[in-house]
């Protein structure tokens, strides 16, 4: 579609960054390019429009996106980063602070951001935002969802273990204590000093 001559300034502008961009609505930019965080791309493109209400897509080389749409003091940002939920959130900026604020630009909360519970849920305002634009659905034109590849099963068959024979419990025997061995010789002993006496039958005491 013919470009709108009140972004034609802009869209200049974001080219000279070496993006590409076209205008896919009316007063809706949808920019390409090799940048890691699409937000900061297009936080920094609205704010370049001054008080336009303007939206933008900014999609990376990484097939990530995010959708900015601003028309003060209403600024909505939808996330979408691989296979991840979509996060949305809806800020009201006061007159004295723009898109590009550094705290936006990090993607940090703000006093001025509208709470959902859960987080980053869609609000009926956002929604209303986005509907100004003739924004019905927040993915970019020809964006097509990541399908997430899950691995087949693979079967493998474990052996079952034998089971093992139980022991059979033996019964402690106490041991005997071993008797001194007797030895099979008698000696003779004198009846008067109590010697042995040797095999001649004398007691060597001469007793």
Not at 14 to 33: N, S
Not at 45 to 56: E, F, K, N, S, T
Not at 179 to 204: E, L, W
Request: include cysteine; aromatic fraction near 6%; hydrophobic fraction near 35%.
């Amino acid at each position: 579609m013919e470009t709108t001559p009140e972004l034609a300034d802009l869209i200049d502008l974001i080219k000279a960054e070496e993006h590409t961009v076209e205008e896919v609505l009316p007063g809706v930019l949808h920019v390409k390019g090799k940048f890691s965080n699409p937000e900061r791309i297009a936080l920094r493109a609205v704010a370049d429009a001054g008080d336009r209400p303007i939206a933008v897509w900014a999609t990376s080389h990484r097939d990530d996106w995010v959708l900015v749409a601003w028309d003060r003091p209403e600024l909505v940002a939808i996330n979408q980063r691989g296979e991840t939920p979509q996060r949305w959130r809806h800020r009201q900026l006061p007159a004295t602070l723009n898109p590009d604020a550094q705290t936006f630009l990090e993607g940090s909360s703000s006093p001025f951001d509208i709470e959902t519970r859960p987080k980053h849920q869609p609000t009926t305002a956002a929604r209303e935002v986005l509907s100004r634009f003739g924004i019905t659905d927040p993915p970019p034109p020809g964006w097509v969802a990541p399908v997430r590849e899950v691995p087949a099963p693979v079967e493998k068959v474990v052996p079952a273990k034998a089971p093992r024979a139980s022991r059979a419990t033996k019964t402690a025997v106490p041991r005997t204590p071993a008797k001194p061995a007797k030895s099979d010789v008698v000696y003779k002993v004198c009846p008067t000093c109590f010697m042995a006496i040797p095999s001649t039958g004398i007691c060597d005491n001469g007793c």
